[in-house]
């Protein structure tokens, strides 16, 4: 499903990333020590319920340890020298075990919110700082876009950097954001000179502070909340990447978000359709099992073909990365597809399961919840739509010629 590799050949495919004119191309030459193995994550507890912070922590450290924020980095920078498919195949191998779409959220917030943008766009000086700490686990990051009146629309966001002295000052307010407050670091989309452009802030950076407001009742194995910024004075060497090169680095971001938040999703969804079949196959009804009517084996099978298809798509993305070519529209469409059926699913297995699917405690009720935070996560399904549409030249991105009549 995922492709496999040749474990006694003697080069492995590696991703290529351009960033402006600086193109980096990595391989590496594969051999018994540089092969990654599937991790182990049966010492990772499923989802039982809320977990208090601590436990949060705990379990991103745990999965740390296992090397899930290694996959696609080269090894020079410590990650594991393998690709996009290796990480589609241990984020849904995860999912699996975990069944906890918060803690999904959480790993691609910290890689796709921080480690990447640090990756393609920082200095050397910047990866030998946060790399090692963030790869290992021992600092938790992610960033922050989404402002209290702002979402989507970038261009409007109000928190604004101001050059100081020698550095910058910050301030402004961001909400919903993943991993907060309990993130070490974060990078922080502001306007420079009316220009977005991203910054490495410290949750104990002067002037900043990281909060519970704006907690969600959804993927409540992960954190969410707010920052706030008020003259909050950093350094010059804070500055991620160019003046200006913010919303590049934000549509990087979600890009690799979208194509690949699902792969943990998916995992947990093969769980869900595992205990569905289970379920239909106990459960007595009209004196023959309750899949042997076709109102429910016909459910069974639309969520078969849903988790399926998610699996295509994820793999689908995953190609196309260690291709080196661009994901825009398939991730949209991968986010749009998974966020969907994710939601469809979660419906239909509390429809088979009736009350018993509503029990309190139920995490089949919950996963409904988490659903529906999936189609607003990294981007709506109509923002999706809009951006599918606009890359097929039409929508946002036409503009007709006035004169053509």
Known sequence: MYGSRDTGASKAAFPRWSVGTIQFNFIAFANSSTMTKTPDFSGIPTYSGPPKEAEIQSRLRAVAELGVFRHALPQHLGGLGDNFAELVKTHRNLGLASRDPGLMLAINAHLWGSVFPILLYGSEAQKEKFLPQLLSGQWLGGHAITEPSCGSDVQAMTTVASPLGEGYVLNGEKRYISNVPLADWLVIYAKLEGKISAFLVSRDDEGCQFSHEGALAACRGSATGSVSLKDCRIDADRLLGKVGAGAQMIQKALEYERAFVFA???????????????????????????????????????????????????????????????????????????????????????????????????????????????????????????????????????RPNPQAN
């Open 264 to 398: 943990g999703i998916a995992g947990i969804m093969d769980w869900q359709l595992a205990e569905v079949v289970r379920y239909s196959r106990e459960r007595r009804s009209g004196g023959v099992h309750l899949g042997k009517h076709q109102a429910i084996s016909h459910r069974i099978s639309d969520m078969k073909l849903r988790l399926d298809t998610i699996d295509l798509w994820l793999g689908e993305c995953a190609r196309l990365c260690d291709a080196g070519q661009r994901i825009t529209l398939a991730s949209a469409q991968t986010k749009l597809y998974a966020a969907e059926a994710f939601l469809q699913s979660s419906l239909d297995a509390v429809q088979i399961m009736g009350a018993a699917g509503l029990e309190s405690g139920s995490l089949m009720a919950e996963l409904v919840q988490d659903a529906m935070g999936g189609r607003l996560f990294s981007g709506s399904s109509e923002v999706q739509k809009n951006l599918i549409a606009a890359l097929l030249g039409t929508g946002d991105a036409y």
